[in-house]
């Protein structure tokens, strides 16, 4: 076994690593960029080396710079993680060069996965079920309209060196190919740096299972826990679970048997996925192989007792694998959520900022929870917003769903955008209770995932409220206590006025940016709110980081998250974040030119329209890149662009304004029209 190992990565997938190396005894080397000096894994590594910029480029896909400090550390091996490096065939073969163990497969293992297309002529001759498509080398956009015909519709477009849901478009008519095809180059030539592209048949309602793998030097190899990852959105895995739901014995036999003929197809070693699109008859077809650990493997360490990083380091310093086929058994369900820093309600739009409060569920053998990052942490738009994973694990899928939805209601997280509301509405979905699902789920199910209001919202508005008036009051006490004159009526808060009922007016700005404009009037009895049409009596008070309401005789505890005129509640329908802002604001904060400003920190990469060109509301003006994802500003109304201010391949900054558009007086334009018309 190794003495040392080096992790070439970053986060979460690293602090995983770290954990099981030290469980073995084996000591760890992290690496850092500029963004992460402070991050977790270098805190818990043995040591550490600093190895460039915040940009991945400039850090983690170094290659030559990672395997120079191995050297250096004196690591025996590296491992890669996911993401980043874990697949680049190039690296795999360096690190073999250079007489250092790499944790996964040979680098010609890598190199035959590595294109899509090319894995597809390989399966192929393993006799491994494919869907009908085109995979060919031949890249003009003549060959590929004309092999889109042939593929028919729907159609999915992908990158053959991709993953992750990048570079890929589903095609409806030959009208769109065309704008598919450019669209998916650009993405595939800025995530991986190729822009090869194949094409296939698109299923309307598949599930995505996928099958554990593993091999090692011996000529053994298995599959473990089949997994769902149906549950998707922009082709990006969201709920992961395994066993996979309603699959008879025989037709796991035949998957995960399908799964080992394509590992012994590129002599396979160390753990990889193979993953297939089930269709509503029980046929299967081959998609993807992943050469690497995916980030869904705890759900199959959870159901099968097994440290699958334990057995990457084993068959990687040449030992036989742990189990034999007849010896792998299944036991409960788990379910993994990936709680991301993002917006659900606006398009998941990734959010960069700090995590000023964190509160975890309590970890225990029916909960776990995979994280790279701690309370204050920044989350940088320089990687992907992933907080944490959170996995569960129970004897049935009923009771581990109960796990699920209990854990997201205990998951406390202010600071930033998140979307712990949304994987808790999938949780308690009924349709995702009964397994009733296939890769459209999100999609299908939008309008009661990522609704606008919630049924709390009134309630926690109120709440809001009565917490924004009691803050006052201690802030008050506080500030008299500390004063010359304690007792002095000009430092109470209390709305006192002659002859008349004391009142508190509240102004609170809330998540979606709305003004909401409270009186909350003392009686002497209780507080009294009037809220759309209802008449609510309010008391409470605050103890440390808990809200003590009572609502029309109603007690409740509340956690709560302050950081200066921000504030977070957080209910069991989810979190509700509110800003303190003067009565007088005005109402005007989502003008509709703010549509023309950078949604977050990013990178022009293209212009759709010219300066003077005419445009409609909702035209696409410019694409504009952020963590790995494009974005479209759209006009928000009829007008002319006047002016860009960024040009391709400028960075841009959160709220910078992209372009001009100037809106069209209609009033002037029927006037012209009219004369000329005369």
Request: glycine letters at 8%; hydrophobic letters at 40%; aromatic letters at 8%.
């Amino acid at each position: 076994m190794f003495t040392k190992l080096l992790i070439a990565n970053r986060g979460e997938i690293a602090c995983r690593i770290i954990n099981t190396a030290r469980a073995m005894g084996v000591r760890t080397v992290a690496l850092y960029s500029d963004a992460d000096a402070n991050a977790r894994h270098v805190a818990m590594a043995d040591e550490s080396f600093h190895i460039g910029g915040s940009a991945p480029a400039e850090s983690y896909l170094k290659g030559d710079v990672i395997i120079d400090i191995a050297k250096k550390s004196g690591a025996e091996a590296i491992h890669p993680g996911y993401g980043f490096l874990s697949e680049n065939a190039g690296f795999a073969r360096s690190c073999e060069q250079n007489g250092i163990a790499f944790i996964g497969p040979g680098s010609d293992a890598i190199d035959s996965m590595g294109s899509k297309s090319a894995a597809k002529i390989i399966m192929g001759a393993a006799n491994v079920p494919l869907v009908p498509g085109y995979h060919g080398d031949a890249q003009d956009d003549n060959t590929l309209l004309a092999e889109a015909e042939n593929v028919g519709y729907p159609m999915l477009i992908k990158a053959a060196y991709g993953g992750g849901g990048k570079g890929m478009r589903i095609v409806e008519s030959q009208a769109d190919v065309l704008d598919a095809i450019n669209s998916a180059r650009r993405e595939a030539a800025s995530s991986f740096g190729n822009d090869k592209l194949l094409m296939e048949r698109y299923l309307r309602q598949p599930r995505h299972v996928e099958v554990q793998v593993f091999a090692d030097t011996f000529g053994n190899t298995i599959y473990l826990s089949d997994r769902d990852c149906s549950i998707q959105r922009r082709h990006q895995k969201v709920v992961e679970e395994a066993p996979a739901p309603g699959l008879s014995d025989a037709l796991r036999q035949q998957m995960g048997e399908a799964a080992v003929a394509a590992a012994k197809a590129i002599d396979y070693v160390g753990a990889g996925t193979v993953e297939f699109l089930l269709d509503t008859d029980d046929s299967f077809y081959f998609m993807e192989m992943n050469t690497r650990l995916q980030v869904e493997h705890p759900v199959t360490e959870m159901v099968t007792g097994q440290d699958l990083v334990k057995w990457q380091l084993m068959v990687a310093s040449g030992s036989e694998l742990p189990l034999k086929q007849d010896e792998v058994s299944i036991h409960g369900h788990s379910f993994e959520v990936r709680i991301y820093a993002e917006d659900p309600r606006n398009e998941f739009l990734p959010a960069a900022g700090k995590l000023n409060f964190l509160r975890e569920p309590d970890q225990n053998r029916h909960v776990r929870i995979d994280s790279g990052i701690r309370e204050n942490d920044v989350i940088s738009n320089f990687y992907d917003p992933m907080i944490s994973k959170l996995i569960v694990w129970d004897e049935s899928r009923p009771r581990a769903l109960q796990r699920l939805t209990h854990a997201l209601s205990s998951y406390q997280i202010s600071g930033l955008k998140h979307n712990i509301e949304f994987l808790a509405n999938i949780a308690e979905h009924p349709a995702f209770a009964e397994a009733d699902f296939c890769t459209d789920f999100i999609e299908r199910y939008a309008s009661s995932l990522i609704g606008d209001v919630t049924n709390e919202s009134d309630n926690a508005l109120a709440l809001a409220g009565l917490y924004q008036v009691l803050s006052r009051q201690e802030t008050a006490k506080v500030n008299a206590t500390n004063s010359e004159d304690p007792y002095s009526p000009w430092g109470q808060v209390s709305g006192f006025r002659l002859n008349s009922a004391s009142v508190h007016h509240v102004a609170l700005l809330d998540d979606v940016q709305m003004l909401q404009n409270l009186v909350i009037t003392d009686l002497g009895d209780a507080l009294h709110l009037g809220l759309n049409g209802q008449a609510l009596k309010l008391a409470g008070s605050i103890v440390d980081d808990m809200l003590l309401a009572e609502i029309n005789g109603h007690k409740s505890k509340v956690p709560v998250s302050h950081e200066g005129d921000d504030f977070t509640l957080f209910l069991p329908s989810g979190s509700y974040h509110f800003k303190a802002v003067q009565a007088q604001v005005a109402e005007d904060t989502a003008d509709s030119a703010d549509k023309l400003k950078a949604p977050m920190n990013g990178t022009v990469v293209t212009h759709l329209v010219e300066v003077g060109d005419s445009v409609t509301e909702g035209q696409g003006l410019l694409v504009m890149e952020a963590m790995k994802m494009e974005y479209t500003i759209e006009a928000p109304f009829d007008g002319v662009v006047s002016e860009f201010y960024f040009q391709s391949g400028e960075l841009v900054t959160d709220g910078a304004q992209l372009l001009n558009v100037e809106a069209l007086n209609v009033e002037a334009l029927n006037v012209e029209v009219a004369e000329k018309e005369a």
